[in-house]
């Protein structure tokens, strides 16, 4: 691609944006590369240039309906399983125990439970729902984090940390009321969003959005 040809790309996004006036304008970043080098006879300079310019809808639930999976399901005595599909299904407020419309695990350390996005994305805010019904201490001392390595073929093992790591949330969501969690500036993007606690308890999630930011 020609200098000339990204110039025209940029116009064009441009017109987009015009036709669609409820997008936020997009940040260009202007990038100035040095070259030395100096064409003789019978040279001349070839400058290629890879650009990729996407728009990203800033409102859209990434995790919604996406495939998941945890380290384990717990059974309430009743035969009901806290299956992880249960965590992005939409559902994050019902006047019934939380097993019904809650992702649970099993009471043991480092449970875990993970959404597939579909695609590397970068992830600013996760809104997560705790149980209506109490159990603060179910989703209270969490990580959260990203990640390339699916949680399908290698099981997280351990708590995110560097530019994996989204967030550490110490406090708890107040009971069945969604609540927005911001993750560190630095958050690499990932295709794999997967919520991990090392406390030796039960990691219930009644839902869980992601967001652009
Ligand atoms: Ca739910």
């Not at 409820?22 to 100096?38: C, D, G, H, K, R």
């Not at 639930?61 to 599909?85: M, R, V």
Request: aromatic share 8%; hydrophobic share 40%; glycine share 6%.
């Amino acid at each position: 691609m020609s200098v000339l040809q990204v110039s025209l790309g940029l116009l064009f996004l441009g017109q987009l944006l015009l036709s669609s006036p409820s997008l936020a304008a997009p940040i260009i970043q202007e990038l100035t590369i040095p070259v030395n080098m100096t064409a003789k006879p019978g040279q001349r300079i070839v400058v290629q240039v890879n650009v990729n310019i996407s728009l990203v809808n800033t409102n859209e639930n990434l995790a919604l309906n996406k495939p998941t999976t945890q380290s384990s399901i717990f059974i309430s005595a009743e035969g009901n399983s806290s299956i992880s599909s249960k965590a992005v299904d939409g559902v994050t407020t019902l006047t019934i125990a939380g097993h019904d419309y809650c992702a649970i695990t099993n009471q043991v350390a480092n449970s875990w439970w993970a959404v597939d996005l579909g695609q590397e994305s970068t992830i600013g805010r996760v809104r997560i729902t705790s149980r209506q019904d109490g159990y603060p201490e179910q989703l209270t001392d969490f990580y959260i984090g990203l990640t390339n390595v699916s949680p399908w073929t290698t099981a997280p093992s351990a708590a995110p940390t560097g530019n994996a790591l989204c967030k550490h949330n110490t406090v708890h969501p107040a009971n069945g009321i969604p609540t927005a969690i911001f993750c560190e500036p630095n958050t690499a993007p990932g295709r794999y969003l997967y919520v991990y606690s090392t406390t030796a308890n039960y990691l219930s999630i009644c839902e869980l959005e992601a967001y652009y930011n």
